[in-house]
C-alpha cells in the first residue's frame, strides 16, 4: 500500500457501511441507466477499490462463493490501520454483498459541513452514539483533504467574517495560502494532520489547537459531552485506539446484504 492507501480503504468501509449497511454495495459499477453508489458526488474521491478486487480474486481462487466483498472491505479497513501503526482487532465476519447501489442515496452520507446536531442525527440513525462518533472521527488521523471540503471555513465564512474563528490564525493562512478563493488546482489540499501516515491520537490535540480541517471536526468541540471525548483521546492514544476499535466493530456490523457476490464489481 502506498501512502495514502490506508486512508482510501478506511474512507471507503466507512462510506460502504453508512448507505444500506455494510454490504459492498460501494464497490458495485454503475450500469446502463443506474449510477451506482461510487458515482456519487461524495465518493467521486474514492480510490484503490484495485485492492478489494485483488482481494477478491486471490480468495476466490482458493475458496470460491465463500467469502463476501463485503467481508474483505471490512478486513482490509482494519489492515489498513493496522499498517499504519494502529491498532489490530479480531474482525467479525459473516456479512452479505447487496445488489442495489444508488448514486443519488450518498447524499446521506455526513458531509464534511455538518454541524453537531447533523452529525448526532446522521450517527444515531444508524445505531451509533456520541463516543461513537468522536472515535470514528479519528479516522482522519489518516490521509489528505481536498480544498473544497474545507473551503467553507477560509472563505466567505459569513456575512462579516472571512475566516472561521475557531480556526488557529496561522494554520488558516496556511489553509488560506494553499486553497485560494478561486483555486484552480485540482489536486491542491492539506493532510488531515501532521502525521498523516500514521494512525495516531494528534489529530485530537491539533483539534484542540484549532488545526482541523472540517467544520465537522470543529463541531465535536461544540458540546460538554464531545469536547471531554476529545480531551480524553487527546490525552490518551491508549483510551482513543481502544475506543476506537470498539466503535468500528459496532459501526462494520451495520448489516445490509443478501448473498455472497463471485465478482465485487457487478452483479451477476
Known amino acids: 500500500m502506498t501512502i495514502l492507501f490506508p486512508a482510501a480503504l478506511l474512507r471507503m468501509h466507512f462510506h460502504d457501511c453508512f448507505i444500506r449497511g455494510c454490504d459492498a454495495s460501494v464497490l458495485l459499477a454503475s450500469k446502463g441507466t443506474n449510477q451506482a453508489e461510487k458515482d456519487g458526488p461524495p465518493n467521486i474521491s474514492l480510490h484503490a477499490f484495485y485492492v478489494i478486487d ?3 480474486k ?3 481462487a482458493l475458496c470460491p462463493g465463500v467469502v463476501s466483498c463485503a467481508d474483505i472491505l471490512a478486513l482490509a479497513a482494519r489492515d489498513a490501520v493496522a499498517l499504519s501503526g494502529g491498532p489490530t482487532w479480531d474482525v467479525p465476519k459473516g456479512r452479505k454483498d447487496g445488489r442495489i447501489s ?7 452520507l455526513p458531509p ?3 454541524n453537531i446536531s447533523q452529525l448526532k442525527q446522521s450517527f444515531s440513525q444508524r445505531g451509533l452514539s456520541l ?3 468522536v472515535a470514528l472521527s479519528g479516522g482522519h488521523t489518516l490521509g489528505f483533504a481536498h480544498c473544497s471540503s474545507f473551503q467553507n471555513r ?6 462579516t467574517l472571512d475566516v472561521d474563528p475557531t480556526l488557529n490564525p496561522s494554520f488558516g493562512n496556511s489553509l488560506r495560502s494553499v486553497c485560494p478563493a478561486h483555486n484552480k488546482v485540482k489536486n491542491a489540499g492539506a493532510t488531515m494532520d501532521s502525521s498523516a501516515t500514521t494512525f495516531d491520537n494528534i489529530y485530537y490535540k491539533l483539534l484542540l489547537q484549532g488545526k482541523s480541517l472540517f467544520t465537522s471536526d470543529q463541531a465535536l468541540l461544540s458540546t460538554r459531552k464531545t469536547m471531554n471525548l476529545v480531551s480524553k483521546f487527546a490525552s490518551s492514544q491508549e483510551m482513543f485506539e ?3 476499535v470498539k466503535s468500528m466493530i459496532k ?5 445490509g446484504g443478501q448473498e455472497i457476490r463471485l465478482d465485487c464489481k457487478v452483479v451477476r
Open 112 to 114: 464534511p459541513t455538518f
Open 131 to 133: 463516543e461513537d462518533l
Open 154 to 159: 477560509i472563505h466567505n465564512f459569513n456575512a
Open 58 to 60: 486471490a480468495v476466490e
Open 242 to 244: 481502544k475506543a476506537f
Open 251 to 255: 459501526m462494520s456490523s451495520i448489516s
Open 54 to 56: 485483488n482481494a477478491k
Open 102 to 108: 444508488k448514486a443519488s442515496e450518498t447524499r446521506q
